[in-house]
């Protein structure tokens, strides 16, 4: 049997809406600091290989892992970038770590957003470039019909939407990681300037700058480290169909089908009951709603009225987003996964401060690679 993996160190860049002031290489070497110093790892001695989670459109330059090694210690090391979310970029640490090619691995991602002048013509390059692209039509109005239809064949409402909205940014006030926490009404998200029907403006998650930096050991080492280890106990992802006008609008099948992976490697029966929170995409304020179901936490069409009824909320049955989420915490493009899964080590490690679970012993995180992509990933997180 492969050994098990535990994230013994993390580490962060302080996230700011727009950092004018900083390099994406500042970020990272301020996140790997922290990072190696919590797991008590020196990146020329201890580490055998480094992953960079990084998409080339958005850093604006081709094979990004020859930027990243003199930030991360990685000079004449082993690195690699993986073009996906953040949960990527851990798996492949973790498979790195069971093929027994690697003891510990480190895992980067960033977001440099402030730096992107118009952001929806690079998500236009993830369109086919024959029949979609030339439209010229912006993503979100791919979000304003999926929400559509999934309100439409789930039963949740545009209110339960808003109360995820108000919900998050008010967990977010709590988070010191959180740009964008604020008190906000039902009437304050319902009459926002609407953006793409029925999206308004406070319903989209937005940009934020900020890097994370995850230190990775395998079990027969991870208990020679200073870190505190959170072991992986399961993972799983999935990208269904990139055509538009061939996928299923009213569900998110990527995130069940990855759930399903990570709950059997997990020995996950029964998520509303083996796990005790979790952190989930909330890029939009309905994807909050679509991934619980997605997941399998609640049955279709139940997410808004565990929301009406406070089960989601810190002090519920099943606390969702206690961090803030994207909504409250700002979009990280890439690093969006990672920093779920910062969160979710926190709650764990028993140091998220103020917005601290008690007696969490194991969490999902799960991400969603943005529009127009149906890709995403899920990891299960769990102590000793």
């Not at 993996?5 to 600091?33: C, N, Q």
């Not at 545009?158 to 108000?166: D, G, I, Q, T, Y």
Request: proline share 5%.
């Amino acid at each position: 049997m492969p050994e098990r993996v535990a994230i013994v160190g993390v580490g962060y860049s302080d996230i700011r809406s727009i950092t004018p002031g900083l390099s994406y290489k500042e970020m990272m070497y301020e996140a790997a600091v922290r990072a190696y110093e919590d797991a008590g790892v020196n990146p020329r001695k201890d580490v055998d290989s480094f992953i960079s989670v990084s998409e080339d459109f958005w850093e604006g330059t081709s094979i990004f892992d020859e930027y990243i090694p003199d930030q991360l210690g990685a000079a004449l090391r082993p690195v690699h970038t993986v073009s996906g979310d953040g949960i990527h970029g851990l798996a492949c640490a973790a498979m790195l770590i069971h093929t027994g090619r690697a003891r510990v691995v480190v895992v980067e991602g960033h977001s440099k957003h402030s730096d992107m002048r118009t952001p929806a013509h690079i998500h236009n390059f993830a369109y086919d470039p024959i029949y979609h692209r030339p439209l010229g039509a912006h993503p979100h109005h791919l979000a304003g019909l999926e929400m559509t239809r999934f309100l439409f064949e789930s039963g949740n409402t545009r209110e339960h939407c808003a109360l995820v909205v108000k919900k998050n940014m008010a967990n977010a006030l709590l988070n010191p990681r959180a740009v964008y926490g604020a008190r906000v009404s039902l009437r304050d998200v319902l009459e926002a300037p609407p953006t793409f029907s029925p999206l308004g403006e406070l319903d989209i998650a937005r940009p934020a700058d900020g890097g994370f930096v995850m230190v990775l050991a395998g079990e027969s080492v991870a208990g020679d480290l200073a870190g505190d280890p959170i072991w992986i106990a399961g993972y799983g992802w999935c990208t269904e169909t990139p055509a538009i006008d061939s996928r299923l609008w009213g569900e998110a099948i990527y995130a069940q089908l990855a759930a399903k992976q990570a709950y059997r490697m997990a020995g996950i029966t029964d998520p509303f009951r083996e796990l005790d929170f979790a952190e989930v995409d909330d890029s939009f304020s309905y994807k909050e709603l679509e991934h619980l179901e997605a997941l399998g936490i609640c049955r279709h069409g139940e997410a808004g009225g565990w929301l009406e009824d406070g089960l989601t909320l810190p002090g519920g049955d099943f606390p969702v987003n206690v961090s803030g989420g994207s909504l409250g915490g700002g979009h990280l493009l890439e690093a969006t996964g990672l920093h779920r899964v910062h969160e979710v080590v926190l709650q764990l490690r028993g140091q998220a401060g103020e917005n601290q679970l008690p007696d969490v012993e194991r969490g999902l995180a799960q991400s969603w690679r943005n529009l127009p992509t149906t890709t995403g990933c899920v990891v299960i997180l769990e102590r000793a």
